[in-house]
C-alpha cells in the first residue's frame, strides 16, 4: 500500500528520522525470528535507493527545468546497493518517499527480505518498487530554484550473521530545478500552462487596464492602471445611434467606440423649406427632403446665364442669345462643323488635309490619285506580283520578290534555261528544275570532281557524265583497300590503283591450307581479318564466337590485356548438388588507376578459365553511389544471388594516397562445373581494359565436395 502523509508542519529531516525511528522499533521485534546470513559467506552491507522522475505521462523521462505549475510523476525502487551476492540481504523496516510539498508516501511499511537466497527470504524478491507518485509543483515548495523529494528507508535489518544486524538505513534525495514564470514585472500576468514543460509553460502578458472607453488612453505603471482622455470632445459610444448630430449632410457612425461624423458631398446643404435652398439658376428646380437640399435639371442641356456673353459654347459654328435668364444656341450652318485644333475635323479619309480655322473645320485633298480604304480587298491592283495593303487608311502596293513575273500564259514566263519548265500559275511566272539536270556552257561547268566520270556540255546546254567502267573513286588509300594482300592500293588522282606485287602468295580463307607459308591457317591468318567467311568475337556473349579458344573479354578482339592484376586470395568450393558451389577472390586489381575510373558506368565482367574453358562469365551490375565514389569505394551487393550469378558482393577500393586499386567477390549458392586443372585463368574487365593473371589452385580438405585454394 502507498500511503500520502500530509504532515507538512514538520520540517523534511525531522520526518525523517521519525520514520527511521519508527520503523526501526518495529523491525527490532522480529528481528529474532528471521536471524541468518544470507547469501552465504556475505560480508558487505547497504541498501540502494533509485528515484525515477518521469513527465505527466509516467512514461517519459523527466530532463531539464520543470514549471512552477507543472505535473511531476515520482516512482522508487529500493535494491540492495550492489548485485553481488558479497552484499548481504536486508528486511523489514519502512519505505517512504517525501514530495516536495513535504507529503509523505508509503512504499512498505515492512520491506520484505531484498536479495536473500535462502528461507525465510524469497530469492525472487531483489527490490521493492512504488507505483507512480504524482505531485504538482508548487512555487511555494520550491527551495533555491529546485523541488527537492527525498526517498528513505530506515528500521530494516541486515542478514549478515546469525544475529543480524539492525539499524539499516538510507535516504536518497532528487532535486529537479524549477521555472519560475514571474518576470518581476507588476505590470505583467505571471501565467504557467500546466500542458507545457519547463520554460516554455511560462508567459507573462500585460495586466488588461481596458476601461472600455475608446476615448481613453490605458496604461499601466507600478501595477497601477491609469486612463488618460487626449481629446475632450471626443465622444464614445456603443453604436451609431449614440453618435447623432441631427445634421442630415453627416454620416453618423461609431468607429471603434468613437463617434465619427462624415460629409460624403461637401456640396450638401441642409435646410428645413425648400426656401433654404435657393441656388439662383434659372435651369434647376429646388427641394427640401429629408433635410437635404435638393435641385434637379429638368433639362440636362439647359444652361444659367445673365447675358449672351455668359452663353458662349466656344462653338463657332452657333448664336447664343439669353432669354428669362437661359441660354439659347442655333446653328445657321448645319453643315458646319466646330473644332479647337485640326485633330477635331477627322473626316476618316486618309486621303484629305483636316484643317481648323477660326473653330471651323475644312478639308482637302493634295494627291488627287490618292485611294482610301478601311481593308487590303479594297486595294486590288490586278497584279498577282504585288501584295496589297491597307496602311493607316490609304492602299500601298509592295513587290516582296522582285524576281516575281507576272504572266497571262506559261509562254511569257521563258528564262532561258534549258534545265527547267516554265508555267504560269494564279498569274506568276514559276520555273520547275528537272532532277540531275546541269546546265552548262562548256565542259568546264560540268566538273562534278569525280575521277570516275568523264563529263561533257551537250548540245542542248545541258550537262552530260558518263561513268568509267571499273573506276572506284576515292580520298585516301584507305578507301581503296581490296581485301588482297598481295596488291599496293593507292589514291592517287582521287581514284584507286591496285598495283600487284611481285610473288606474293595469297592467303585462301577457306580451303584449310597456308597458302603464303607464314604458319597461320585460314581465318587465323590476318589477311583474312576482313574476309567474310571468316567469324569475329561478338563481345559480352560468353562464347567462343571466332573459334580461337579465348571467349570475350580473354580474346584481343574485345580489349586490351593490360596485365598488371596480382591475385591474393581464391577459393573455389564445388558440391555434388547443383547450385550449392561457393567462390572467394580477392586482387590488386592495378597499381594505379586514371581519376575516371568507374567500374559502374564502364561495365564490369569476371571471368574464369581451366583447360577445358571458361566455366564461368559474367556481368557484375556495379552500383553508381555518389557518396561511396567520394570515398573511392564501388559496391555490389544482392542477396538474392539472382542479379549475377550466385555472386552476393563485389567492391573495388580506390587508395587516396597512390589510386591503387583492389577487387574483391564472393558468392555461394553457385551453378558452376568443377574446374578440371588446377591452373585457373582470371579475367577482370572493366570498360574497355582487362587485366589477367593465372591461379595455381590446391585442393584443401573439405568436410563435402571439393575445395581449390590460392595460396
Same mark, same amino acid.
Given at each position: 500500500?502507498?500511503?500520502?502523509?500530509?504532515?507538512?508542519?514538520?520540517?523534511?529531516?525531522?520526518?525523517?528520522?521519525?520514520?527511521?525511528?519508527?520503523?526501526?522499533?518495529?523491525?527490532?521485534?522480529?528481528?529474532?525470528?528471521?536471524?541468518?546470513?544470507?547469501?552465504?559467506?556475505?560480508?558487505?552491507?547497504?541498501?540502494?535507493?533509485?528515484?525515477?522522475?518521469?513527465?505527466?505521462?509516467?512514461?517519459?523521462?523527466?530532463?531539464?527545468?520543470?514549471?512552477?505549475?507543472?505535473?511531476?510523476?515520482?516512482?522508487?525502487?529500493?535494491?540492495?546497493?550492489?548485485?553481488?551476492?558479497?552484499?548481504?540481504?536486508?528486511?523489514?523496516?519502512?519505505?517512504?518517499?517525501?514530495?516536495?510539498?513535504?507529503?509523505?508516501?508509503?512504499?512498505?511499511?515492512?520491506?520484505?527480505?531484498?536479495?536473500?537466497?535462502?528461507?525465510?527470504?524469497?530469492?525472487?524478491?531483489?527490490?521493492?518498487?512504488?507505483?507512480?507518485?504524482?505531485?504538482?509543483?508548487?512555487?511555494?515548495?520550491?527551495?533555491?530554484?529546485?523541488?527537492?523529494?527525498?526517498?528513505?528507508?530506515?528500521?530494516?535489518?541486515?542478514?549478515?550473521?546469525?544475529?543480524?544486524?539492525?539499524?539499516?538505513?538510507?535516504?536518497?534525495?532528487?532535486?529537479?530545478?524549477?521555472?519560475?514564470?514571474?518576470?518581476?514585472?507588476?505590470?505583467?500576468?505571471?501565467?504557467?500552462?500546466?500542458?507545457?514543460?519547463?520554460?516554455?509553460?511560462?508567459?507573462?502578458?500585460?495586466?488588461?487596464?481596458?476601461?472600455?472607453?475608446?476615448?481613453?488612453?490605458?496604461?499601466?505603471?507600478?501595477?497601477?492602471?491609469?486612463?488618460?482622455?487626449?481629446?475632450?470632445?471626443?465622444?464614445?459610444?456603443?453604436?451609431?445611434?449614440?453618435?447623432?448630430?441631427?445634421?442630415?449632410?453627416?454620416?453618423?457612425?461609431?468607429?471603434?467606440?468613437?463617434?465619427?461624423?462624415?460629409?460624403?458631398?461637401?456640396?450638401?446643404?441642409?435646410?428645413?423649406?425648400?426656401?433654404?435652398?435657393?441656388?439662383?439658376?434659372?435651369?434647376?428646380?429646388?427641394?427640401?427632403?429629408?433635410?437635404?437640399?435638393?435641385?434637379?435639371?429638368?433639362?440636362?442641356?439647359?444652361?444659367?446665364?445673365?447675358?449672351?456673353?455668359?452663353?458662349?459654347?466656344?462653338?463657332?459654328?452657333?448664336?447664343?442669345? *439669353?432669354?428669362? =435668364?437661359? $441660354?439659347?444656341?442655333?446653328? #445657321? @450652318? &448645319?453643315?458646319?462643323? %466646330? !473644332?479647337? /485644333?485640326? +485633330?477635331?475635323?477627322?473626316?476618316?479619309?486618309?486621303?484629305?488635309?483636316?484643317? *481648323?480655322?477660326? =473653330?471651323? $473645320?475644312?478639308?482637302?485633298? #493634295? @494627291? &488627287?490619285?490618292?485611294? %482610301? !480604304?478601311? /481593308?487590303? +480587298?479594297?486595294?486590288?491592283?490586278?497584279?498577282?506580283?504585288?501584295?496589297?495593303? *491597307?496602311?493607316? =487608311?490609304? $492602299?500601298?502596293?509592295?513587290? #516582296? @520578290? &522582285?524576281?516575281?513575273? %507576272? !504572266?497571262? /500564259?506559261?509562254?511569257?514566263?521563258?528564262?532561258?534555261?534549258?534545265?527547267?519548265?516554265?508555267? *504560269?500559275?494564279? =498569274?506568276? $511566272?514559276?520555273?520547275?528544275?528537272?532532277?540531275?539536270?546541269?546546265?552548262?556552257?562548256?565542259?568546264?561547268?560540268?566538273?562534278?570532281?569525280?575521277?570516275?566520270?568523264?563529263?561533257?556540255?551537250?548540245?542542248?546546254?545541258?550537262?552530260?557524265?558518263?561513268?568509267?567502267?571499273?573506276?572506284?573513286?576515292?580520298?585516301?588509300?584507305?578507301?581503296?583497300?581490296?581485301?588482297?594482300?598481295?596488291?599496293?592500293?593507292?589514291?592517287?588522282?582521287?581514284?584507286?590503283?591496285?598495283?600487284?606485287?611481285?610473288?606474293?602468295?595469297?592467303?585462301?580463307?577457306?580451303?584449310?591450307?597456308?597458302?603464303?607459308?607464314?604458319?597461320?591457317?585460314?581465318?587465323?591468318?590476318?589477311?583474312?581479318?576482313?574476309?567474310?567467311?571468316?567469324?569475329?568475337?561478338?563481345?559480352?556473349?560468353?562464347?567462343?564466337?571466332?573459334?580461337?579458344?579465348?571467349?570475350?573479354?580473354?580474346?584481343?578482339?574485345?580489349?586490351?590485356?593490360?596485365?598488371?592484376?596480382?591475385?591474393?586470395?581464391?577459393?573455389?568450393?564445388?558440391?555434388?548438388?547443383?547450385?550449392?558451389?561457393?567462390?572467394?577472390?580477392?586482387?590488386?586489381?592495378?597499381?594505379?588507376?586514371?581519376?575516371?575510373?568507374?567500374?559502374?558506368?564502364?561495365?564490369?565482367?569476371?571471368?574464369?578459365?581451366?583447360?577445358?574453358?571458361?566455366?564461368?562469365?559474367?556481368?557484375?551490375?556495379?552500383?553508381?553511389?555518389?557518396?561511396?565514389?567520394?570515398?573511392?569505394?564501388?559496391?555490389?551487393?544482392?542477396?538474392?544471388?539472382?542479379?549475377?550469378?550466385?555472386?552476393?558482393?563485389?567492391?573495388?577500393?580506390?587508395?587516396?594516397?597512390?589510386?591503387?586499386?583492389?577487387?574483391?567477390?564472393?558468392?555461394?549458392?553457385?551453378?558452376?562445373?568443377?574446374?578440371?586443372?588446377?591452373?585457373?585463368?582470371?579475367?577482370?574487365?572493366?570498360?574497355?581494359?582487362?587485366?589477367?593473371?593465372?591461379?595455381?589452385?590446391?585442393?584443401?580438405?573439405?568436410?563435402?565436395?571439393?575445395?581449390?585454394?590460392?595460396?
Amino acid at each position: 500500500m502507498l500511503r500520502a502523509d500530509s504532515r507538512k508542519n514538520v520540517p523534511l529531516a525531522a520526518k525523517m528520522l521519525l520514520h527511521l525511528f519508527a520503523a526501526g522499533t518495529l523491525l527490532l521485534a522480529a528481528t529474532s525470528a528471521r536471524a541468518h546470513e544470507d547469501p552465504p559467506g556475505c560480508f558487505k552491507s547497504g541498501p540502494g535507493i533509485v528515484i525515477s522522475v518521469l513527465r505527466a505521462d509516467g512514461v517519459t523521462g523527466f530532463v531539464g527545468a520543470a514549471s512552477q505549475c507543472e505535473t511531476i510523476t515520482y516512482r522508487v525502487t529500493l535494491r540492495k546497493a550492489i548485485d553481488s551476492d558479497e552484499v548481504c540481504a536486508f528486511s523489514g523496516g519502512s519505505f517512504t518517499l517525501t514530495t516536495p510539498d513535504g507529503v509523505v508516501h508509503d512504499v512498505s511499511m515492512n520491506v520484505p527480505c531484498i536479495g536473500g537466497t535462502t528461507a525465510p527470504c524469497d530469492p525472487a524478491v531483489d527490490a521493492v518498487a512504488s507505483g507512480l507518485i504524482s505531485y504538482t509543483v508548487n512555487p511555494a515548495d520550491v527551495i533555491g530554484g529546485f523541488a527537492i523529494a527525498v526517498a528513505s528507508y530506515a528500521g530494516g535489518v541486515g542478514h549478515d550473521s546469525d544475529a543480524d544486524t539492525p539499524g539499516i538505513s538510507g535516504a536518497t534525495p532528487k532535486a529537479t530545478p524549477v521555472v519560475l514564470c514571474d518576470d518581476g514585472d507588476a505590470c505583467s500576468q505571471n501565467l504557467c500552462d500546466p500542458e507545457q514543460h519547463g520554460a516554455a509553460a511560462c508567459s507573462n502578458p500585460p495586466v488588461d487596464c481596458d476601461d472600455h472607453n475608446a476615448c481613453t488612453t490605458d496604461s499601466c505603471g507600478d501595477g497601477v492602471c491609469h486612463h488618460v482622455a487626449p481629446d475632450p470632445t471626443c465622444v464614445p459610444c456603443d453604436g451609431a445611434a449614440d453618435c447623432d448630430d441631427h445634421n442630415a449632410c453627416s454620416t453618423d457612425a461609431c468607429t471603434a467606440g468613437i463617434c465619427e461624423h462624415a460629409i460624403a458631398d461637401p456640396t450638401c446643404v441642409p435646410c428645413e423649406t425648400p426656401a433654404d435652398c435657393n441656388d439662383q439658376n434659372a435651369c434647376t428646380t429646388d427641394a427640401c427632403s429629408d433635410g437635404i437640399c435638393g435641385h434637379t435639371t429638368p433639362d440636362p442641356t439647359c444652361v444659367p446665364c445673365e447675358s449672351p456673353a455668359d452663353c458662349n459654347d466656344q462653338n463657332a459654328c452657333t448664336t447664343e442669345p *439669353c432669354t428669362e =435668364g437661359i $441660354c439659347g444656341h442655333t446653328t #445657321p @450652318d &448645319p453643315t458646319c462643323v %466646330p !473644332c479647337e /485644333t485640326a +485633330a477635331d475635323c477627322n473626316d476618316q479619309n486618309a486621303c484629305t488635309t483636316d484643317a *481648323c480655322t477660326e =473653330g471651323i $473645320c475644312g478639308h482637302t485633298t #493634295p @494627291d &488627287p490619285t490618292c485611294v %482610301p !480604304c478601311e /481593308t487590303a +480587298a479594297d486595294c486590288n491592283d490586278q497584279n498577282a506580283c504585288t501584295t496589297d495593303a *491597307c496602311t493607316e =487608311g490609304i $492602299c500601298a502596293h509592295t513587290t #516582296p @520578290d &522582285p524576281t516575281c513575273v %507576272p !504572266c497571262e /500564259t506559261a509562254s511569257d514566263c521563258n528564262d532561258g534555261n534549258p534545265c527547267t519548265t516554265e508555267q *504560269c500559275s494564279d =498569274g506568276i $511566272c514559276g520555273h520547275t528544275t528537272l532532277e540531275g539536270c546541269t546546265p552548262c556552257e562548256t565542259a568546264a561547268d560540268c566538273n562534278d570532281h569525280n575521277a570516275c566520270t568523264t563529263d561533257a556540255c551537250g548540245e542542248d546546254g545541258t550537262c552530260e557524265r558518263t561513268t568509267i567502267a571499273g573506276c572506284v573513286p576515292c580520298e585516301t588509300a584507305a578507301q581503296c583497300d581490296d581485301g588482297n594482300a598481295c596488291t599496293t592500293d593507292t589514291c592517287p588522282a582521287g581514284s584507286c590503283v591496285h598495283a600487284t606485287i611481285d610473288d606474293c602468295p595469297i592467303e585462301v580463307c577457306d580451303n584449310g591450307v597456308d597458302d603464303d607459308g607464314d604458319g597461320l591457317v585460314d581465318c587465323a591468318d590476318s589477311d583474312c581479318a576482313n574476309n567474310p567467311v571468316c567469324p569475329t568475337e561478338i563481345c559480352g556473349n560468353c562464347i567462343d564466337d571466332d573459334g580461337d579458344g579465348k571467349v570475350d573479354y580473354e580474346d584481343e578482339d574485345c580489349c586490351d590485356n593490360t596485365g598488371g592484376m596480382t591475385i591474393r586470395k581464391m577459393a573455389v568450393r564445388t558440391k555434388s548438388e547443383v547450385g550449392k558451389n561457393r567462390l572467394v577472390f580477392k586482387a590488386l586489381y592495378s597499381p594505379r588507376v586514371d581519376p575516371d575510373f568507374n567500374p559502374a558506368t564502364a561495365g564490369t565482367t569476371l571471368q574464369l578459365r581451366d583447360a577445358d574453358g571458361t566455366f564461368f562469365c559474367q556481368d557484375i551490375p556495379f552500383k553508381s553511389d555518389l557518396r561511396w565514389i567520394k570515398m573511392g569505394v564501388f559496391k555490389f551487393r544482392d542477396r538474392t544471388g539472382l542479379r549475377a550469378a550466385g555472386l552476393r558482393k563485389a567492391k573495388f577500393k580506390i587508395a587516396k594516397k597512390d589510386r591503387r586499386a583492389t577487387f574483391k567477390t564472393r558468392g555461394k549458392k553457385m551453378d558452376f562445373r568443377e574446374p578440371v586443372s588446377t591452373d585457373v585463368v582470371v579475367t577482370l574487365r572493366v570498360g574497355s581494359q582487362c587485366t589477367q593473371a593465372t591461379a595455381a589452385l590446391h585442393t584443401k580438405r573439405a568436410k563435402t565436395g571439393k575445395k581449390l585454394v590460392y595460396p
